[in-house]
């Protein structure tokens, strides 16, 4: 996607030289060529074809303007909505299937009459409590844990006071109690059925309702309590607890969801649900003339419309045309577009990257809109908005305005209706207002609040002036209040993925970058202090030069930052650092040769660390570029004195390149402008003026400014803009009395008036 990142990375030499590829104007020409081309063929593919303009288009609620018959057969569809609406209707209609396991039933009641056998016998007999509860805990382990220590003595002193024939009929009551529960069918919880579409369930070959059958998990909870009072089970108040632990003891589910042939079924339900909503014969009436639309009018007029476009296309002569018709459509577009970004948008004109870029939001925003067309989804989802915001940030609001406004018309074409095209250029416009100056991540709250109120009252408005149902009005506003929220926040999701794809850092990214306690930054003011108070003055001259031209403040001031943060591998071999050595030089005992590759080699570990540490590309290409190809002129005369044989003034030079952009050229000047403003003994606008007007003359005039784009008119407001941050920066001040008094010495003395270091 990015040439330079790839042949930086297959030829070292791009690399530790700083050397750029370069497109040709040929091969960008070819490439802006095919990039259309593919651009119109995706717009012209994704175009849908219209509705024949024979089939008038009616809308509910009104009145038919004249007798319309079928012209042959043919059949409509039901929507998806109604279809997937009588296919749940089709499967809630199919009860839930229960599996019955009949020996459930007769193994619960043979442990039911041996266990009541056996109790009643131990709980009878004459011995102490303990030696009974041993005697029921070792033949009936189970049932003596399920039973607690009351319900025991209840059921004991039952027992005792009842006698055979009593006992008998307890026992005959109880069984047929059990068998009565065993019968009807037991189920272990209903929650799972009732989850299902249908109360109704089937077991075996019977349909019954869910309530005709028992829970396990409620009769254990308290639902067997009454059935045993209805059954008649002579018991007193005291014992009806104990009956009740004692019964739902042998309680066991006998109905088991069969899930699977529960599905089988539902699904067979689904799939016999016919498609088709009804047939119109040839010459059959489909509404009569000033008969009131209704829905059923509606969907036979679309039904007939999608059928006699296909029976047009089913011509390949026809068929030609359409696809004809949508590229010209598409190519009249995609040139007006290119045309606009020729003349006014130079800048990303010229670069591959952003012209992608565009292809790719555009070509996106495009394959939804037609989804949503084929489809039939809500028309208002189509995220323009979404487009316009990203494009607004990544490159510039002029051109997210003009792109949004010629995908609205092309929507417009798209769903053959106008108010689509008013409400997506219209809430695009709004979309790019609310984030033209964003700069933190929360400043997207905004176009959450804009993007869905202007949704609702542009949607409300085009609706009501067409006569549409208040309920209408609300269902095609509620589509538009999600987008207009969804956009904002699909758009900060987007934006870092963008960023690192095309190598684009937005004004976010930039402010993040600008935080002076960056650990790069902060390691610089450690280890290069003079170059860190060189970048933060040079930042102030570059950002007012920037907003005097109209070229990006921000990036010019953090790209001031981090120009030269590979002098902190080897500041004392910088002037501004030396102080730190007490002035010592260490250039003094080197050859100009060396010391030039010392001063030049601070840009290759300049690109290193900003490789290392992640900084963006465009601030990384400032630190070769605010050199340029520029001479370094100490050590060149330098080395002429010292009359070193084979001298060229080219080896001299910077690497390069030279400043791309208008940022880049702003901080050539600002960069020599600070440097040699501290040499002004004379500091007064005029002498500042004369230097600043001299350096950009010289840089001018060696051609290092030839890339860049600056123009004559932008050099005169740069030079207008420096003159102030430097009398600022360079201001006197009045002497403190020591100051006086030494001056005065000294010219009574005879000595020169020299500054003193403070």
Request: proline share 5%.
């Amino acid at each position: 996607m990015d040439l330079d990142l790839l042949l930086r990375r297959w030829w070292p030499r791009l690399g530790t030289r700083g050397y750029k590829f370069r497109w040709t104007l040929q091969s960008l020409q070819v490439y802006r060529l095919v990039l259309a081309a593919a651009v119109i063929g995706l717009l012209a593919y994704l175009s849908p074809s219209q509705r024949p303009y024979s089939i008038t288009r009616l809308r509910v609620g009104s009145v038919a303007p004249e007798r319309i018959n079928a012209p042959f057969l043919f059949y409509v569809r039901k929507t998806e909505e109604r279809l997937e609406k009588e296919r749940q209707e089709a499967e809630r209609a199919v009860p839930t299937v229960l599996r019955l396991t009949p020996q459930v039933h007769a193994l619960q009641l043979a442990r039911f009459d041996s266990s009541l056998t056996v109790l009643i016998a131990d709980l009878r007999l004459q011995m102490p409590e303990a030696a009974k509860q041993r005697r029921l805990q070792r033949e009936l382990p189970q049932l003596t844990s399920a039973l607690s220590a009351a319900s025991q003595r209840a059921l004991g002193e039952l027992f005792a006071n009842s006698n055979s024939g009593q006992l008998e009929f307890f026992q005959g009551t109880c069984r047929r109690l059990l068998v009565e529960l065993y019968t009807t069918g037991l189920v272990s919880s209903k929650s799972e059925i009732l989850n299902s579409f249908t109360p109704q369930v089937r077991v075996e070959e019977r349909e019954v309702s869910l309530d005709a059958i028992y829970s396990v998990e409620a009769l254990e909870k308290g639902d067997l309590i009454p059935l045993i009072e209805g059954a008649g089970v002579p018991t007193g108040p005291e014992a009806l607890t104990a009956v009740h632990e004692l019964l739902s003891f042998f309680i066991e589910p006998n109905l088991i969801l069969d899930a699977g042939e529960t599905r089988r079924l539902r699904s067979e339900a689904r799939r016999s649900v016919a498609r088709i909503q009804r047939p119109y014969l040839q010459n059959e009436m489909i509404i009569d003339k000033n008969a009131k639309v209704e829905q059923d009018h509606v969907e036979a007029l679309n039904a007939l419309a999608d059928k006699l476009a296909e029976q047009e296309l089913a011509d390949p002569a026809t068929r030609l045309l359409q696809v004809a018709a949508a590229l010209v459509i598409a190519t009249f577009l995609v040139l007006v577009f290119g045309y606009y970004l020729s003349i006014l948008e130079a800048e990303i004109y010229q670069k591959p990257g952003h012209l992608l870029l565009l292809a790719i939001i555009g070509g996106a925003t495009v394959a939804v809109a037609s989804y949503i067309k084929t489809n039939e989804v809500h028309t208002y989802l189509v995220p323009t908005p979404l487009a316009a915001m990203l494009v607004t940030v990544l490159l510039s609001p002029r051109v997210g305005l003009v792109l949004s406004t010629l995908l609205a018309l092309y929507l417009g074409n798209l769903f053959g209706d106008f108010s689509v095209a008013l409400i997506c250029g219209l809430t695009s416009a709004v979309a790019v207002y609310t984030v033209r100056h964003v700069r933190h991540r929360n400043q997207f709250y905004r176009a959450m609040v804009f993007l869905p109120l202007s949704y609702a009252l542009l949607i409300a408005a085009s609706d009501l002036s067409r006569f549409m149902a208040l309920e209408e009005v609300y269902l095609h506003v509620l589509p538009g209040i999600f987008i207009g929220v969804a956009a904002p926040i699909l758009t900060t999701g987007l934006l870092p993925i963008c960023e690192s794809l095309f190598h684009i850092t937005t004004d976010i990214t930039l402010l993040e970058l600008s935080d002076l306690n960056r650990p790069l930054l902060r390691e610089l003011a450690i280890r290069a202090p003079g170059t860190y108070t060189h970048s933060l003055i040079m930042a102030n001259l570059s950002e007012a030069a920037a907003e005097a031209i109209g070229a990006n403040p921000l990036l010019a001031r953090v790209g001031c930052y981090y120009h030269d943060i590979g002098k902190m591998l080897k500041p004392e071999y910088f002037t501004e650092n030396q102080g730190l050595q007490g002035g010592r030089n260490p250039h003094n005992n080197l050859t100009p040769t060396m010391s030039m590759l010392i001063i030049t080699a601070h840009v290759k570990d300049g690109l290193e660390l900003a490789e290392e540490h992640g900084l963006p590309r465009s601030i990384a290409d400032l630190i070769p570029q605010h050199h340029g190809t520029t001479v370094i002129e100490y050590f060149y005369n330098r080395a002429i004195e010292m009359g070193i044989e084979n001298i060229r003034r080219d080896d001299f030079r910077y690497d390069g390149p030279k400043p791309q952009t208008r940022e880049a050229g702003v901080l050539m000047l600002a960069d020599s402008v600070e440097s040699a403003a501290r040499t002004l003994m004379e500091r007064t606008p005029d002498r500042a003026r004369q230097l600043v007007r001299s350096i950009i003359q010289q840089k001018y005039s060696a051609g290092e400014l030839d890339e860049c784009g600056l123009t004559m008119r932008d050099l005169h407001k740069i030079e207008e803009s420096f003159i102030p941050v430097l009398m600022g920066t360079l201001h006197s001040r009045v002497d403190y009395p020591w100051q006086r008094h030494e001056k005065k010495a000294r010219k009574e003395l005879g000595h020169p008036l020299q500054p003193r270091n403070s």
